[in-house]
């Protein structure tokens, strides 16, 4: 087993930012959601999106993500 296998690369090392990443997936689902036919609340999803986004840059800023 090697390390290099195993850590995810570092921060720095980074091609595209963690929260690029968490906003297309998120973007994503919402479309999926949205096109499932089943009701959810899109005022809530839009909520917890931007509040997660808005810490992972926080902590993208900080080096710590």
């Not at 595209?16 to 899109?42: H, M, P, Q």
């Amino acid at each position: 087993m090697s390390l290099d296998t195993e850590l995810a690369p570092h921060p720095a090392q980074r091609q595209t930012a963690i929260s690029d990443e968490f906003a297309a997936y998120c973007a994503a689902e919402f479309e999926r959601r949205l096109n499932s036919g089943e009701e959810f609340d899109e005022a809530a999803y839009r909520e917890a999106m931007d509040m997660a986004l808005t810490r992972l840059r926080q902590l993208e800023e900080e080096g710590l993500a």
